[in-house]
């Protein structure tokens, strides 16, 4: 199984660094197959909303030159999406906003063009917040549920931790197992 691993942390050694760490590490124990892509250091820029891509077949089709064409491109090799965020008032932060954005050229629904580049798909997500689960991440996890709804995405669901300890929070016994835990449910199909 191949699992696109997209961090939308700007903190590349935090806190969600932290959590996804034994994540992947027990992925690839259980033979997933893990491309790992921190979109702090990618150059995403805002949907411009031209839908120029609904008019191109068979690929993505973005007219913006940046990175987001290559990161559809590992999305589309993928089984199963993974985002790993922390969650900033009550949603991810801009990295990975803007690139959920861009997920159009991904749907052929509003032009001459059909047909989906990703139908099928898994996705699931990490999440570090503050607050508990529901009031800290379940906006952001309401908001994936109704993309994965929308795109024909099969929704895995969602492991997270609390920052109650900053750093330290995601080195504990419950967490590091509870990563690793949802690896294994993943890989297994165990959801």
Known sequence: MKFCV???????????????????????????????????DKNIHPCRGCYACQNVSGEYGCVI???????????????????????????????????????????????????????GKKVAIIATHGYDREYGAGLFETGIKRLCRHSNLEYLGMFSVRDEDDINSFRTENAVNGAREFARMLVRGRY
């Open 6 to 40: 997209l961090m939308g942390s700007p903190r590349l050694n935090g806190n969600t660094a932290e959590l996804v760490k034994p994540f992947i590490d027990e992925l690839q124990k259980n033979g997933a197959e893990v491309t790992y892509i921190t979109l702090a």
């Open 65 to 119: 030159h940046d990175d987001v064409p290559e990161i559809m491109n590992r999305i589309i090799e993928s089984d199963c999406i993974v985002l790993a965020t922390p969650i900033y008032t009550w949603y991810c932060p801009a990295q990975m906003k803007a690139l959920l954005d861009r997920h159009y050229g991904l749907n052929k629904f509003y032009g001459s063009a059909r047909g989906s580049l990703w139908e």
